[in-house]
């Protein structure tokens, strides 16, 4: 049976997740180059999905009567790839920019694959959104590595 404090404990981890892709994917805008904008649009856009992402999973802890999280995993459980990932920026190359957002893509997936197999801690309500945003967070880690392999055919 799902618990409340199980509800708010897997929520608040994804709040963390979604703050450190924030973080993250500013950081890599950050490292483009000029001539790399069309990027650059598309780690905005990944910025808002997080914003949204939390917004919705910030309701839902509200909704359980909890605190909502306002750091990031630094304090967390189960995400810290992105520290990782902004150690690996360098010299403002594309092709490392996208091999760092793919390890974190990655490690936000593994992250909400594990909140999803965790059903039996989890209200249906908080399944049910855990799945979608993993969904939309998986369209999102695709488009990167799509974006990276087609530079490594063009080099």
């Known amino acids: 049976m799902a618990t409340k404090e199980n509800n708010i404990e897997i929520l608040n981890d994804l709040i963390r997740i979604n703050n450190d892709r924030v973080v993250g994917y500013t950081r890599a805008i950050k490292e483009l180059k000029n ?16 914003k ?3 917004t919705e999973l910030t309701e839902l802890v509200l909704k359980f009567g909890g ?5 990031s995993t630094a304090a967390g459980k189960i995400y810290h790839a992105w520290m990782d990932v902004k150690a690996t920026f360098t010299g403002h190359d594309l092709q490392a920019i996208l091999n760092a957002c793919e390890f974190g893509e990655d490690a936000a997936q593994r992250s909400y694959k594990i909140a999803i197999e ?6 249906p309500e908080v399944a049910q959104l855990i799945t979608q945003q993993k969904a939309s967070l998986k369209k999102e880690h ?3 590595k799509e974006y990276r392999d087609s530079l490594k ?3």
């Open 142 to 144: 695709d488009a990167v």
């Open 67 to 71: 605190e909502p999280a306002q750091e």
């Open 118 to 123: 965790d059903d039996s801690e989890t209200s």
């Open 52 to 54: 949204r992402n939390t």
């Open 35 to 50: 001539e790399d904008k069309d990027i650059h649009n598309v780690f905005q856009s990944f910025i808002l999905t997080s």
């Open 153 to 155: 055919v063009s080099k």
